[in-house]
């Protein structure tokens, strides 16, 4: 068990440019979820998958957005345009698929749009 | 509408005394409550859980407790240690929505030694 992994950590980008991130979920969980963090407040779903289909998406989720998770293992989420509203740290967790558990989450990219 | 609310932002105790954290919930269809600590620059990590079938569930010096009738639920901490200082955040699923966790906005420990 290597723990959920996120890559980049840290992205700094300038308004209208596009980003991605990754994520590793811990192998064999077949949930895996993204939220996003900002100051002072606690994390906000973003999306979520069954293996690779996506099955919700929130409404914080713009159509600037979009998240893949192809062939149920990685996942990747696209910020397309961003904008300094963009500015937080995007956080995946994933977990078995056994009822109710406990999210397993990775350590966040944190993006800095300019 | 915020469905979790943790409304004490910050908490400071003493080394070795009780810390409670306190948490409310407004929907009635959450089953399942967690609390998460986290540290600047890391990702949640999972801390304790309580199922709403209980209203009690310990793991060390961690205990929850679960109010149903209140929809309140808090968590002690019993000693506090210096390295208990963090954010935490109380987290709450229902089956109906894929499991999915709702946060509340954390509350900030502080252990002084």
């Known amino acids: 068990d290597t723990g959920v992994s996120q890559d980049p950590r840290h992205k700094i980008t300038k308004r209208g440019q596009n980003v991605t991130f990754r994520c590793d979920p811990i192998s064999e969980h077949n949930r895996l979820y993204w939220y996003r963090q900002t100051l002072g407040q606690g994390p906000e779903f973003l999306t979520y998958f069954q293996n690779e289909a996506q099955l919700e998406k929130s409404r914080l989720l713009s159509d600037r957005f979009s998240a893949e998770r192809p062939k149920g293992s990685f996942s990747t989420l696209e910020i397309q345009r961003t904008e300094q509203g963009d500015s937080a740290m995007y956080l995946c967790?994933?977990?078995?698929?056994?009822?109710?558990?406990?999210?397993?989450f990775g350590s966040g990219t944190q993006l800095s749009v300019l | 509408d915020q469905q979790v609310k943790q409304n004490s932002p910050s908490l400071s105790v003493q080394e070795g005394r009780i810390s409670i954290l306190n948490c409310d919930y407004t929907n009635s269809m959450f089953d399942y409550f967690l609390w998460y600590k986290k540290y600047p620059a890391e990702g949640p990590t999972f801390l304790i859980s309580?199922?709403?079938?209980?209203d009690k569930n310990e793991d060390g010096r961690f205990t929850v407790f679960l109010n149903k009738s209140a929809k309140h639920l808090s968590l002690h901490i019993v000693p506090s240690q210096p390295g208990d200082s963090a954010v935490y955040f109380c987290?709450?699923?229902?089956?109906?929505?894929?499991?999915?966790?709702?946060f509340g906005k954390g509350t900030l420990l502080t252990v002084n030694p």
């Open positions: 309580i199922s709403s079938i209980k």
């Open positions: 967790a994933s977990s078995s698929g056994q009822g109710f558990e406990k999210l397993f």
């Open positions: 987290a709450a699923s229902d089956g109906s929505s894929n499991y999915k966790l709702t």
